[in-house]
């Protein structure tokens, strides 16, 4: 595969992607989440696959929750709403999936920066990774 070729995705990658940007969407048009899936739900070109679904409501049934933790790990002068939007949201959906759902912490962690250098900044990745890391250690010691 060269350089200029996209990267096959998993059904998983492609239904977390799709909860990003619906996500996404909600916080740039400060609409409900809820709201934004529906309209998305409805249009379902493409369709909206029932993990996407799941994940954008787990966020929005749990993002008070998401949002303490998350801010609970920023590095000191970091709020919330500092952070990009894209950021943001793939560390409320990355801690859904670790506080929420049984799925592997290195595979929630590994996709999660995946969409960072993709969809972010340069810095995005890094700054991810230590906040979600310290996120794991916290509701997933072992």
């Not at 200029?4 to 048009?29: G, H, N, Q, V, Y």
């Amino acid at each position: 595969m060269t350089s200029a070729e996209p990267r096959k995705l998993s059904t998983r990658t492609k239904a977390r992607k799709r909860a990003l940007d619906i996500l996404f969407e909600a916080d740039l048009r400060q609409l409900s989440a809820t709201e934004v899936l529906a309209a998305h739900t409805e249009q379902s070109e493409p369709p909206v696959r029932p993990f996407t679904a799941e994940l954008v409501s787990g966020v929005v049934s749990n993002l008070s929750y998401l949002d303490a933790l998350v801010a609970s790990h920023l590095p000191s002068g970091w709020i919330l709403e500092r952070m990009p939007r894209v950021d943001r949201n793939l560390a409320r959906l990355a801690t859904y999936e670790l506080t929420q759902t049984q799925m592997d912490a290195a595979i929630v962690l590994a996709e999660c920066l995946t969409l960072a250098g993709e969809l972010s900044t340069d810095e995005s990745p890094a700054f991810l990774n230590g906040v979600l890391g310290a996120v794991a250690r916290e509701v997933r010691p072992s």
